[in-house]
């Protein structure tokens, strides 16, 4: 379990942002009316309130950011020790002591201030005070405003850092840069360390998990470090030195034994030797990578001197009876995390050293005494010296007998095609799987098969004569029709109407082209009313002439079209015939006595619309009176259910507009009937 989670600290604002915070609840959670004539005693505990309660929430605020930034004394040396590295510890304590300080000083001033507004005597010298106290408090945070931006900036940076357990089982790989330590963490884990053919691409600490036994194992990838004094290492190395020094954990120390990493085997044992004090009580694996490019046996006879000097302080490490080694077992691994050679037995061999070295020095813990008491191995005894074989039922075995046969490989078409010449030359079959009644017909040329007979058996020899003829015929017909198509050839016309043909084909094409046109352009066009056309194309006059020439009288299409018209300005609004006169009476010349009649008697464009109480026959109404009180019984009853449709959730509901109580005024003496 992850005793340390950085990801769930507070984010701590800027001091701006923190004063408009608290100002703001401040103006929010207090009464915000005061008059001239409340009592003084009224008037110092309104100000007072004012003023503690801004000092209470900048204390919680405080006292949240120093609670949860974590005390480097206090917390496991390993995450100590890599805060230090990578913020400073003098700098991070200063900037909390600075936030205490600061938490300090505003209570302080709180106290006076709430002590002089005790004796104010006046609405104004209580105000007065109350803008004092909130303006040094404000004043003090202004001047903690640096230390609160750079708390803000570790804290971004320390809910990056991974969740590493000091605690629990650990794998941890080191070397110089660039020799395969974070290929081997992508191969064993699911972690996604950015891989690159450079050094120093990995600049901090990465975690992946691996289960081994049942049993899971964080693995831990550090940078690279190079061999020079501890004083020169920077900030990258010197996370590496940490997490070794302060993890109880498998090493896995990474030789490049082919030179690729740009790095000689010789600098790479200087690093070992140099480092390898932090190794002391923990399981070291020394694991030669690369061996793809350099095996083992092909290096040259110093550098095997310097993998063996290696492997003798390795063995150091190997925790035996009396502190000495037991055995070299899993001490020198090589491996190649290009081809994956050796990767899993690598990780075996780290994981199964660390199960081995907790479990022995948990034996000899003093808890181990308590736990031996709780136990008891019961061994059996035999009985007598009779044999007594396991019996395995014959169905039993027979089971297992045709499981064992049934997990024997089938051959794929993958496997078929492999062994019949590969792809290209091999053809896999479709019809071989063809459920028929006999196997033989799965091939056949045409497996048109129908009753056990063979289709083609019965086909008419005579087929191909038989379909010229068909298509002979059909060519006569189609020849026939197109003959009887009528086609306007002018032939059989008079000249005058040749001529009106001619015309008429021509307007026709000139209509397709400027249609063709305005489709062509009809993106970038605007569209333009026709009030606004300046050809006058579409004109009443026109119209008419050409009607005229038609033959046709112009006057009630012209009418039809003025009646219709939107723009209306300089004519006055004809009367129309009454509905019932049609042959042109004197309609106007007579009053209209009721409603009904003026109704009937408007303009043509209105006559075809009815007043909604207007009874149509096949309604089933007696009279419009009935469908008018029908209608507004309908209205009635979809008025609530169109309320409640147009409301939502955030409108605010009054159940009853005017409640009778707060609106009948003073009721008379002996009235209570509407209770």
């Known amino acids: 379990m992850v005793q340390y989670n950085f990801k769930k600290m507070t984010v701590v604002p800027s001091g701006k942002d923190f004063i408009d915070i608290i ?27 004012k003023v503690k309660y801004t000092q209470q929430n900048f204390h919680e605020k405080l006292s949240t950011i120093i609670d949860e930034f974590p005390r480097l004394d206090d917390i496991h040396p390993f995450y100590g020790d890599l805060l230090h590295v990578l913020y400073n510890k003098d700098h991070y304590k200063l900037a909390l002591g600075q936030i205490n300080t600061a938490r300090n000083l505003i209570g302080k001033i709180s106290k006076d201030y709430v002590k002089l507004l005790k004796y104010g005597d006046s609405l104004y010298r209580c105000k007065c005070l109350k803008v004092a106290a909130l303006g040094r408090m404000c004043t003090v945070i202004k001047r903690i405003g640096p230390s609160l931006a750079y708390l803000e900036q570790i804290r971004q940076h320390m809910a990056r850092l991974p969740s590493i357990d000091p605690n629990t089982r650990t794998v941890l790989i080191c070397g ?32 992946g998990h691996t289960d081994y ?14 061999d020079r004094p501890f ?75 310097l993998v063996t000097e290696m492997k003798a302080e390795a063995m150091k490490t190997v925790i035996g009876q009396g502190g000495e080694a037991t055995n070299d077992e899993g001490v020198l691994l090589t491996m190649s995390t290009l081809t994956e050679e050796g990767v899993i037995a690598v990780k075996n061999a780290a ?28 061994m059996p005894k035999p009985r007598d010296n009779k044999e007594r074989p396991p019996c395995i039922p014959q169905a039993v075995l027979e089971a297992k007998a045709k499981q064992a046969a049934e997990k024997e490989k089938r051959n794929t078409e993958r496997d078929l095609e492999n062994e019949n010449g590969g792809a290209g ?26 009753d056990g007979h063979n289709i083609y058996d019965f086909v008419d020899p005579d087929i191909l004569h038989r379909l010229e003829e068909l298509e002979r015929e059909e060519g006569h017909r189609q020849a026939e029709e197109g003959d009887d198509d009528f086609e306007m050839d002018g032939l059989e016309l008079s000249p005058e109407e040749q001529k009106t043909l001619a015309e008429i084909r021509k307007k026709k094409s000139l209509l397709i082209q400027q ?48 009646s219709r018209s939107v723009s209306t ?50 309604e089933g109404f007696k009279d419009s009176a009935q469908k008018a009180k029908a209608l507004q019984k309908a209205n009635k009853s979809n008025k609530m259910r169109n309320k409640n449709a147009r409301r939502g959730e955030a409108d605010r509901v009054i159940p009853t507009l005017k409640p009778k109580h707060l609106f009948s005024g003073k009721r008379s003496i002996g009235k209570t009937q509407r209770r």
């Open 231 to 305: 004083e020169d290492r920077n900030i990258i190395e010197m996370c590496s030195i940490t997490a070794l020094a302060h993890l109880r954990a498998a090493v896995l120390f990474f030789l490049d034994i082919s030179g690729s990493c740009g790095y000689s085997i010789a600098q790479q044992a200087g690093l070992f030797h140099s480092i390898k004090s932090l190794f002391m009580n923990k399981p070291l694996i020394i694991v030669c990578n690369k061996t793809d490019l350099q095996p083992l046996e092909g290096i040259s006879e110093e550098d095997k001197k």
């Open 515 to 562: 249609h063709r046109i305005k489709k062509s352009t009809a993106e970038s066009r605007p569209t333009v009313p026709r009030k606004f056309d300046k050809d006058r194309k579409f004109t009443t006059k026109r119209m008419g002439r050409q009607l005229s020439k038609l033959g046709l009288d112009p006057t009630e299409a012209i009418n039809r079209a003025r």
């Open 351 to 378: 994981c199964e050293r660390l199960l081995n070295q907790r479990v022995e020095l948990k034996m000899k813990s003093k808890k181990i005494n308590d736990c031996l008491n709780r136990f008891h191995v019961a």
């Open 569 to 618: 300005r300089g004519r006055k609004r004809e009367r129309s015939l009454d509905r019932d006169d049609t042959d042109g009476g004197h309609a106007m010349d007579v009053d209209t006595p009721n409603k009904k009649q003026r109704m009937l008697s408007r303009s043509r464009s209105r006559s075809r619309s009815r007043p909604p109480t207007e009874v149509v026959p096949g």
């Open 425 to 450: 030359v091999y053809s896999a079959s479709l019809k071989k799987n063809y459920i028929l009644a006999n196997d033989e017909w799965k091939e056949d040329v045409m497996p048109e098969i129908l």
């Open 23 to 49: 100002l703001s609840r401040t103006q929010r959670q207090t009464p915000t009316v005061v008059h001239k004539g409340y009592a003084i005693s009224r008037l110092r505990q309104f100000y007072m309130r």
């Open 213 to 226: 036994k049942y049993l899971r194992y964080q693995v831990i990838d550090t940078p690279g470090i190079l």
């Open 176 to 207: 110089y840069p660039n020799v395969g330590k974070s290929s081997f963490i992508n191969k064993i884990t699911r972690a996604d360390v950015d891989v690159q053919p450079y050094a120093f691409t990995t600049k901090s600490l990465f975690v």
